[in-house]
């Protein structure tokens, strides 16, 4: 069955920098990936999309990228700031009409 | 614009009483999904509809029904609660799946 993993600990960066978070998957390559943040207390908003044909895609200070070889996405905040903190959530679709999610990854950005 | 609207946002039930979680949305979207979250876990897809009187199973089904008699509405019920079903619940919605809008979640406690 297809899996979606994320890191699970925590990852804590200074203002200003870079954040890469990881999603790996198995078994097939899905036609897309999704990216989702979520807030404590509150339902995961949707961020970006990327698609098995393309290698990356940005927007504003996001980057999400997909390699297919290692079956994996990364996302990235440029010049992160305190405001970022959230959990990041990855998804796939899995056929039919069903998309599973990671745990998610716990951003802490400090001032 | 409210989008999609959870009731209750909370909940406390006893082993063996039976609720309904409602889900509302007013987007005209035809599918919709319900997920639990629980922690390390991420989000686990329980039911999905694909549109009025059309449903299927998700990944964790047992203990849940489900039905969708309109466009709008995807009610989950819980026909008798067990303290495994403690847990945060997402309705989501979609047009084509690939973004999904949430819920702000209703929390749900079995004593």
């Known amino acids: 069955s297809q899996k979606i993993e994320q890191n699970s600990e925590a990852l804590n960066i200074q203002e200003g920098k870079t954040a890469t978070l990881t999603c790996n998957y198995t078994?097939?390559?899905?036609?897309?990936l999704q990216w989702y943040r979520q807030d404590p207390g509150r339902g995961p908003v949707f961020l970006l999309l990327i698609r098995e044909n393309e290698k990356e895609k940005r927007k504003e200070r996001l980057k999400v990228t997909f390699d297919t070889t290692l079956k994996q996405s990364l996302f990235h905040i440029t010049a992160s700031q305190p405001a970022d903190s959230a959990t990041y959530l990855c998804?796939?679709?899995?056929?039919?009409?069903?998309?599973?999610f990671g745990a998610g990854t716990r951003l802490f950005v400090k001032a | 614009n409210a989008g999609v609207t959870q009731t209750p946002k909370f909940q406390v039930l006893k082993t063996g009483q039976s609720m309904t979680l409602q889900c509302a949305q007013d987007m005209n979207h035809e599918y919709m999904s319900w997920y639990r979250q629980d922690p390390g876990m991420g989000l686990r897809l329980i039911h999905y509809s694909v549109g009025a009187g059309i449903t299927d199973q998700g990944e964790v089904p047992n203990g849940y029904n489900v039905s969708r008699s309109t466009t709008e509405d995807f009610p989950l019920r819980l026909l008798s609660a067990a303290p495994s079903q403690t847990s945060v619940y997402f309705c989501?919605?979609?047009?084509?799946?690939?973004?999904?809008?949430f819920g702000e979640g209703s929390r749900l406690t079995v004593l």
């Open positions: 078994n097939y390559s899905p036609a897309y």
């Open positions: 998804a796939r679709h899995t056929g039919g009409f069903k998309t599973i």
């Open positions: 989501a919605s979609s047009k084509r799946l690939e973004e999904l809008f």
